[in-house]
């Protein structure tokens, strides 16, 4: 029986999409049935970002509709086993399905994954309330920056307003550099902020950005991003995993830059 | 003919003109329909009828002045017709109804006269200072986007946190951050005051006084936890209250307590 969670935040643009699919993808390595579904109907990215857009015949609205079997819309992913994508529609808009047709869409899904990963689109209207309709817990993705985290704990009001009790924070796009010169808040300053547990810490890297452009998700590849990610999975998975020091990793060749700039 | 009813206002009364030739039974559903018409237009006043244009027996007016208290809601107190033997009849008839309708409203306006002063009274008592012991429990934490409203003082245990906004008529207390928006004394009692482990908010307001947190300047960003302006453990529990004239923030202890105008009332 599958799990079902979303992936939300409020705040557009924090990392949403690409969690989802850095998730999906390490799950996948460590041998799950996994299927993301995105639910940015009108916006849709996820396609995109997991490089499968060439591939999209049928759609979530297609399947909610009738006009097609959702085995039929679902995508198989071109590296991962066991690693699905249901795409959202383009030419249509959030209006286009209710949250009863997710919650019907998603028992159907329950059968054949052991995790369901709905990616959430920005804002609190009628997209995220189809997103979060069929979900058994939530992840809320945010950055270290005020407006990202005010709309954040707006998300979380609303999560446990929907009896969504299973919430849990990402913390992207840490900037090292910035957080040592005082000019950004740390992990652990959000999560005081907003009052709920930490599941992962994702930190700025260059890398993410290519990849996300060449729509290949790196959880799993010996970088520090994916190595944070896969460690996000096995926390997702209900394992206890130390958080990585990212500062240590640059320790080294920062100090011998900084003798030479000297 | 041109119409076969015809109803017109004039200036102390209606004057109801009905055809001279059709009859009487053809013209009721007329008559009917124009009173359904023009009911809204009419609405509820004291009006002399006077019916022209043929003459109507006892039983015709009877029946007239039965369409006109169904449908309408104008009260007749007397009919003038070309007879004045049905006149007498309705004289006498109408002025006892009407009197009888005139000690209903009458009533019927002591009657919501007494509740409405009753309304006043509660409101003054809330408006008045709220005994300081009379209070809501909230467990939970605010968050942005949600608030909570008490008319009574307010306990929480929880955090306010920035974009939420709690409001109560006495006094609040936040066990807990207060980084959001606190309005005590909502009701005009300015000796409200507003409590919190850690005061950081945006913006107190007591009774019709406003403060608000300073602006951030370059030097606060320096720092760790920009979205704090101050930090949990630095300052302990603190209450904003009015002095002077001014909200000011003052350690809570006790001898806050001890000189606080909220507490000390009955």
Redesign the interface.
Known sequence: MGEVIVVTSGKGGVGKTTTTANIGTGLAKLNKKVVLVDTDIGLRNLDVVLGLENRIVYNLVDAVEGNCKVSQALIKDKKCDGLYLLPAAQTRDKDAVTPDQMKVLVEELRKDFDYIILDCPAGIEQGFKNAIAAADRALVVTTPE?SA???A??I???L?ANDIKNVRLIVNRLNVEM?KH?????AQ?VV??L?IDLIGVVPYDEKIVISTNTGTPLAGDDSIVGQAYMNLCHRIMGEEVEYLDLESKKGFFAKIGGLFNK | MSQPVLIKGVKSGMVLRLDSEMYFDELLPLITEKFEASASFFGNVKVVLSIEGRKVSEEETSKILNIIRDKTRLRIVAVMTEDKDVEKTFDDKLHAISAVEDKELEKKAAKLEAENKKLLEELQELKGPINGRDAEIHIGSIRSGQSFETSKSLILLGDVKAGAEVTAGGSIFVMGSLLGNANAGAYGDRSAFVMALELDPLQIRIADSLAISEDQGPSRLKGRGLVRTKKKTEFGPEAAEITDGHILIKKYDRSFLENCKFLSQK
């Open positions: 005020v985290v005010r709309d704990d707006r979380i009001g609303l446990e957080v005082g000019n950004m808040m740390t300053d005081e902020v009052s």
